[in-house]
């Protein structure tokens, strides 16, 4: 099965941060995941690991004394990422390629699901930290199946909070990202782009008078789900994601 179309690549937010900032708008998934992201980021001092870097994001978010290290799958660009840069260590996604205790960070942001063995990769993320060390980490819970075939699995907060005390891990936090407003705006978001680029050209007969219904309705729901967040409403049941810090255990 293919994807009708893939996820945009994420890009840093500093190389265009106003074109960031509207897609954050729109892409809520992208936005509660940097809402949350960013004030942790900033805490991380010493080395850190970005586990899956992709095109390396968030490294601009770390403060200046960070020293950033990226790793990611030989076949990252199934995923629609770059292949071969030089700053990032390519592996075959089950031992990490560096000793016990190397680093002081990581952060494994919207890549545990994509894992075929999620519980190897926390080992291996615990492994290579030290001890104290901190773990910054996102899923997505209400998510279309993405980067196929490579979309493994979605985790609910107890499901996550076993696997990391499980493989190495304490003092486990874990955030809803987003409600079922965001869900709803999501959903509708995708659903009305999708609309617009139908397989067949001569199926927009019927797919782009559908497109103009849904397309005011998604953005109602997106200026609610803006809303919601700022006046923390919304059911926290049914989120976009999870945000989780967590520290390896001595």
């Known amino acids: 099965m293919q994807e009708q ?48 870097a992709g095109e390396s994001p968030w490294r601009d978010w770390l403060p200046a004394d960070a020293t950033y290290h990226g790793i990611d799958i030989g076949n990252s660009d199934d995923f629609g990422m770059s292949r071969g840069r030089a700053d990032i ?8 390629p560096f000793p016990d205790a190397a680093f002081d960070n990581a952060i494994c942001i919207e890549v545990l699901e994509h894992a075929a063995d999620p519980e190897l990769l926390l080992e291996e993320i615990a492994r ?15 998510a279309r199946r993405h980067h196929i075939p490579h979309d493994y699995h979605r985790f609910t907060r107890e499901r996550l909070g076993v ?37 067949k050209t001569v199926e927009m007969v019927w797919t782009l008078p559908l497109a103009v219904l849904c397309g005011p309705i998604a953005l ?23 945000f989780v810090s967590a520290v390896r255990r001595s």
């Open 128 to 142: 290579v930290l030290k001890n104290q060390g901190t773990l910054l980490l996102t899923v997505p819970w209400s």
């Open 5 to 52: 179309f893939q996820p945009i690549a994420v890009t840093s937010p500093t190389q265009h941060p106003l074109l960031f900032k509207l897609r954050c708008l729109v892409d809520v998934q992208l936005g509660s995941i940097a809402k949350f992201l960013r004030p942790h980021l900033a805490g991380l001092h010493g080395s850190v690991l970005d586990v899956g």
């Open 163 to 199: 696997l990391l005390e499980q493989h190495g891990f304490s003092d486990v936090q874990i955030v809803e990202r987003g409600s079922d407003i965001g869900v709803i705006a999501n959903k509708l978001t995708v659903l009305t782009l999708r609309l617009l680029r139908p397989a």
């Open 89 to 96: 260590t390519y592996y075959d996604g089950r031992k990490i």
């Open 220 to 242: 109602g729901f997106l200026i609610a789900t803006h809303w919601a967040d700022a006046a923390g409403r919304g059911a926290a049941e049914d989120p976009l994601g999870y």
